[in-house]
């Protein structure tokens, strides 16, 4: 091999790999709202967390809000014909009304902008999001392994929330120790 065949292979490796590769350090976020959807998510999961937690705390059932809606299966009523698939029932909507709000509230605060979106904030989530899903499924597998009965339901049900509020908490966390460790 020559030197010049040599430098001509280097050239070529450099400008279809490394140059791609340099090109591309910064990560696309197209995937994130606007900053100015934090604060609304905040209120939001605010809202549902304060609501789900007074409702777990207290059993709360009430007739406020109740409502006919159509439910996939119903199998509530024992001894009535309402027992079956695709059933207009009475229900208090209020539980629903919260998981909702917890929802969409953890989605707004999850998927918005910082104000200073970069590499490392890019980072952060990244992190984050490995760290809430490995914790989550730990506590899952703990929670099959040692929870039984009707407890075993409350632990998926507080499973539907777990992987974007440990997120939520794992990555603020993480931006506020890297902001004190500047200071």
């Known amino acids: ?4 065949n040599f430098y001509l292979s280097l050239c070529k490796v450099y400008f279809t790999f490394i140059k791609s590769i340099l ?13 100015k959807y934090n604060t609304l998510g905040w209120i939001i999961l605010g809202i549902g967390l304060t609501a789900g937690i007074f409702i777990l ?8 809000l109740t409502t006919k809606v159509l439910a996939v299966y119903n199998d509530e009523a024992i001894f ?28 707004l605060v999850v998927f918005s902008r910082e104000k ?11 992190d984050s999001l490995i760290w809430a899903i490995v914790v989550n499924y730990g506590i899952l597998v703990l929670a099959i392994l040692f929870v039984f009965g009707l407890s075993f339901f409350d632990i998926l049900v507080f ?21 004190s460790h500047e200071e």
Not at 23 to 35: A, D, E, G, I
Not at 82 to 101: C, H, R
Not at 160 to 177: D, E, V, Y
Request: charged share 20%; hydrophobic share 45%; glycine share 4%.
């Open 80 to 107: 009535t014909s309402s027992k079956g698939f695709f059933k207009i029932i009475e229900n208090s909507i209020i539980d629903e009304l919260t998981a909702i709000a917890i929802i969409i509230g953890g989605f």
């Open 1 to 4: 091999m020559t030197l010049s």
């Open 57 to 64: 705390l207290t059993d709360y059932e009430s007739n406020f």
């Open 116 to 126: 200073i979106e970069d590499e490392f904030i890019s980072k952060l989530r990244s």
């Open 23 to 35: 090109n591309r350090t910064v990560m696309k976020t197209t995937y994130l709202l606007p900053h």
């Open 159 to 179: 499973n539907m929330f777990t992987p974007l509020l440990f997120f939520i908490f794992r990555f603020n966390f993480l931006k506020h120790k890297s902001r």
